[in-house]
């Protein structure tokens, strides 16, 4: 069984805000896959939460899961 939550847990996040869309831009770098919110930590909790349907749906088409490449931290 795929652990999902291993996979949200490990992938790379980047997040920007954008004067344009006047909100904070989250993307799945793996996956290609970008969500928004009002702050940074909303729009980590919206890139997750899609990044869990986009997973799920992979699963559910028998398709396979792009692994996780690194982690990104800043200092």
Known sequence: MIDILEY??????LVEFSSEDD?????CLELGIMA???SQE?????????????????VED??????Y?????NL
Do not use: F, T
């Not at 909100?23 to 993307?27: C, D, S, T």
């Not at 490449?69 to 931290?73: A, E, G, L, P």
């Open 8 to 13: 949200i847990k490990n992938y790379s996040y």
């Open 23 to 27: 909100a904070y831009l989250a993307k």
């Open 36 to 38: 928004h919110g009002d």
């Open 42 to 58: 909303e729009a980590i909790q919206e890139i997750k939460e899609a990044v869990r349907v986009h997973l799920l749906m992979l």
């Open 62 to 67: 028998g398709e396979q899961i792009p692994k």
């Open 69 to 73: 490449k690194s982690i990104m931290v």
